[in-house]
């Protein structure tokens, strides 16, 4: 059987005529000046995210000068093209809205233009799960390159990053601790260099989970975006595409269900954003695997936080770097690993740890008798209120508040939260339960980052720091306090929480994992008898076919069109 056709022959665009498409595209590439012996290399193609708008991956063109280098130096031809790229701080209403699109325009320009293999530049929040959910659907030999983190600044001589100093100092200038003079000397600091978040937010936890899937060159997760060490990983990832597209070694051969397992004991090993498991199930549910919440929570009990890294613990990417990176981690969890499972070295995890130089003292990594904290940083919840699920991250949340009982104080969306949060009308106090409702999925729409309720004024004047908040939506990686989230049903679609009114009584149990709205069954029903929910709609465009087809967090917000036809299992648990 003669071998699919590669390289620039791949793929060719349809003229109904083979050797003339052949033709033509050598014609046209020719005029950029290549010559035949070029064109003849396997092609490796770059995803190029730099953008103005996105200062997280402000280092892409060295990036990809040096990705160029690598591929060059193992007998590829490196073609670098654009697609979306999403920063945080730059998309409305929310970058999540956009990750779906990013996915879908990564997969495509994979699928159409001709290339063996591609390495995805990706760091800020959104895009690496984007272009792992986009090449997982492509199906072609891919690798993951991290932009890497920011550096840190210094704030009178207290180091800072953002961002979970951004939300440390905002919190201190909304109970009027410090002046406007401070928080604008804060913000030039909080961002030192280029690069993705210096925390364990989302940005690092998608940086530690692709070198757990096994996608990046060893120790692609932790060098800093400015650092000699991020251009030599870019320069191995080149050559290591080349020798991917030799061996054809497609990712489904890397993202199987031990890869992602392996995946989900790093996410809880490193106390990682919550926003890690909505992105860890939607790559999944590309691959057709389930992820199976309430094993997830099982894995929490035996994985403890070994990471010491804020927000929950002290430490920034960089120190994590210095420690020896992923390595040590993973080193430290190896009893909890499937260290079976092949990597983009087309090596095993296992193999990879071997070779991997010598552990060294350091104080970043914790051994697995002194964890951070004793359980993974992930509680999946449950009750009347969540029928289909909630959690919370428990590592970030007040041990004060993680069984508790209050009274709702609720905010029907955003706008009506924006509006009363701060007023010193509004009836609140300490031992309350905020509930945002609206900003699930399709309910802002795009799952916001907006489930980490800003303590209300008055009491962040009277020096409360936390309150139980409870919501559909999402929360940074970089924020803490006793939060629960991702709940499903969310409220636009008609959820329990739509039907919360101000004075119910909600019962949190982090210990029993429960969630509990103390309303009878009966008045509930009457409430959402009385007042039938009309989910949100659109006349046109992306926001249309998002609103059509955009699923729950329980199905990684992905797209129900996009996810794989072909269901292969569940995760963990499936050992194929
Ligand atoms: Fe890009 Fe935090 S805003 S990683």
Not at 141 to 147: E, G, V, W
Not at 229 to 237: C, K, M, N, V
Not at 265 to 270: D, F, G, P, T
Request: glycine share 10%.
């Amino acid at each position: 059987m003669s071998n699919p056709p590669s390289g620039m022959k791949k793929g060719l665009t349809q003229y109904g005529d083979q050797g003339f498409s052949l033709f033509l595209r050598k014609a046209f590439i020719k005029g950029a000046g290549y010559t035949d012996a070029a064109l003849d290399r396997p092609v490796i193609g770059i995803a190029n995210t730099g953008s103005a708008y996105n200062p997280c991956h402000g280092n892409a063109p060295q990036l990809i000068e040096a990705v160029k280098r690598g591929v060059m130096l193992a007998g590829g031809l490196p073609m670098d093209f654009p697609t979306i790229s999403i920063h945080e701080s730059f998309a409305q209403p929310t970058s999540m809205f956009l990750r779906n699109l990013m996915s879908i325009d990564t997969e495509e320009m994979i699928r159409a233009q001709p290339m063996d293999a591609v390495v995805l530049i990706g760091g800020c929040d959104k895009t690496v799960p984007a272009q792992l959910m986009g090449a997982a659907s492509a199906g072609i030999p891919a690798i993951q390159l991290i932009t890497g983190s920011m550096l840190t600044g210094s704030h009178r001589s207290e180091r800072v990053g953002a961002c979970t100093d951004c939300r440390r100092y905002w919190g201190k200038f909304r109970a009027e601790e410090i002046d406007a003079q401070e928080i604008a000397a804060v913000n030039n600091q909080l961002v030192a260099s280029v690069g993705t978040c210096s925390v364990m937010g989302t940005a690092s936890t998608m940086a530690c989970i692709a070198e757990a899937l096994g996608m990046t060159v060893p120790g692609g997760a932790s060098p800093p975006a400015v650092s000699a060490d991020r251009i030599r990983i870019a320069e191995l990832t080149g050559a290591q595409a080349v020798q991917m597209a030799k061996d054809r070694l497609t990712i489904d051969k890397i993202l199987t269900a031990k890869a992602f397992e392996n995946a989900m004991r790093v996410l809880l090993a490193i106390g990682g954003s919550t926003n890690g498991i909505v992105h860890l199930t939607a790559i999944a549910g590309r691959m057709g695997f389930e992820v199976d919440m309430q094993a997830l929570d099982r894995m929490g009990n035996e994985t403890p936080v070994l990471l010491d890294l804020k927000p929950s613990g002290a430490h920034y990417m960089e120190d994590f770097h210095d420690a020896g990176g992923m390595a040590t981690l993973l080193r430290e969890l190896k009893p909890l690993l499937h260290l079976d499972a092949l990597t983009v070295t087309g090596r095993t995890l296992g193999e990879e740890l071997e070779r991997a130089a010598p552990p060294f003292q350091q104080d970043v990594v914790r051994p697995m008798a002194q964890p951070i904290y004793p359980q993974g940083g992930i509680a999946v919840l449950q009750g009347n209120l969540a029928p289909g699920g909630a959690i919370i991250k428990q590592s970030a949340a007040h041990p004060d508040l993680m069984e508790h009982e209050g009274r709702a104080v609720v905010f029907e969306n955003l706008e009506d939260m924006a509006n009363r949060i701060d007023s010193d009308e509004l009836d609140v106090n300490a031992d309350d339960v905020l509930v945002l409702k609206n900003i699930g999925p399709q309910g802002a729409p795009g799952m916001p980052e907006a489930g980490y309720m800003p303590i209300p004024r008055k009491l962040a004047r009277a020096g409360v720091k936390d309150i139980v908040r409870i919501s559909d939506g999402r929360m940074s990686g970089t924020a803490f306090g006793t939060i629960v989230l991702h709940v499903i049903p969310e409220s636009a679609i008609g959820g329990p929480l739509a039907y919360v009114q101000n004075g119910d009584r909600i019962q949190l149990s982090v210990k029993n994992r429960s969630l509990q709205l103390k309303v009878s069954e009966a008045e509930l029903a009457r409430r959402m008898r009385e007042r039938p929910i009309t989910p949100p709609q659109a006349d046109r465009g992306y926001r249309k076919l998002y609103l059509q087809t955009v699923t729950q967090a329980d199905q990684g917000v992905d797209f129900d069109f996009l996810r794989a036809s072909e269901q292969r299992g569940t995760i963990p648990g499936n050992k194929k």
